[in-house]
């Protein structure tokens, strides 16, 4: 199994800031997962962090919006870029242990744009 | 393209009774499924999953079925309990081991006392 601390659990923010959100994990993980859930939605992947190399984004998703870092096997970042009330949302990081796809979440982090 | 889907938006069943939660798929790729468990304010926990080499999973009140040529799978949860009200996923795999889940958009569950 894995801990994940995520932080923060939630905020408020002014449209064309930046916020960026970090996750902790207790234990050494080659790839950790950022996603992200739309009111009413489902959990849609944004991109996968690789240490090591950049991270690998999904279709609709850009670096320039979402720049991910992952310095070392526990620790990595997303931040929010030019925040618009559009990316209102739940964003939630993700490892995966095991061989069985189990994969584990932050508490997540509820982020209100205004 | 929602290639999960979980027609059921919510959901209410009474306390002791069976919980049955829908999920539908439409990528014959997926080969491996996953039920997860959301409460407010926390992120989804693993709950059960299944392989599409099999029809059935069992672990302890939690029973997935899946019918790969109905595309289909279920949560069956026996005897209900008001500690299983919460949001319930589905997810897929393509290619066992590739880790990226496709989720469907949930189902809220309200177990009446």
């Known amino acids: 199994s894995a801990v994940i601390s995520q932080k923060p659990s939630r905020d408020i923010c002014q449209r064309g800031t930046s916020l960026t959100i970090q996750c902790q994990v207790d234990?050494?993980?080659?790839?950790m997962f950022w996603y992200r859930q739309q009111p009413g939605q489902s959990l849609t992947l944004i991109a996968t962090a690789n240490q090591g190399s950049e991270a690998t984004y999904e279709s609709g998703f850009v670096i320039d919006k979402f720049p991910i870092s992952r310095p070392n096997l526990t620790f990595s970042t997303l931040t929010v870029s030019n925040m618009s009330p559009e990316d209102s949302s739940i964003y939630l990081c993700?490892?995966?242990?095991?061989?069985?796809?189990?994969?584990?979440f932050g508490q997540g982090t509820r982020l209100t744009v205004v | 393209d929602q290639q999960v889907k979980q027609n059921s938006p919510s959901l209410s069943v009474q306390e002791g009774r069976i919980s049955i939660l829908n999920c539908d798929y439409t990528?014959?790729?997926?080969?491996?499924f996953l039920w997860y468990k959301k409460y407010p304010a926390e992120g989804p926990t693993f709950l059960i999953s299944?392989?599409?080499?099999?029809d059935k999973n069992e672990d302890g009140r939690f029973t997935v079925f899946l019918n790969k040529s109905a595309k289909h799978l279920s949560l069956h949860i026996v005897p209900s309990q008001p500690g299983d009200s919460a949001v319930y996923f589905c997810?897929?795999?393509?290619?066992?081991?590739?880790?990226?889940?496709?989720f469907g958009t949930g189902t809220r569950l309200t177990i009446i006392p």
């Open positions: 997810a897929a795999v393509t290619n066992f081991g590739n880790e990226k889940l496709t």
């Open positions: 990528n014959s790729m997926f080969d491996y």
């Open positions: 993700s490892v995966v242990t095991g061989r069985n796809t189990e994969a584990f």
């Open positions: 234990s050494q993980v080659t790839m």
């Open positions: 299944i392989s599409s080499i099999k």
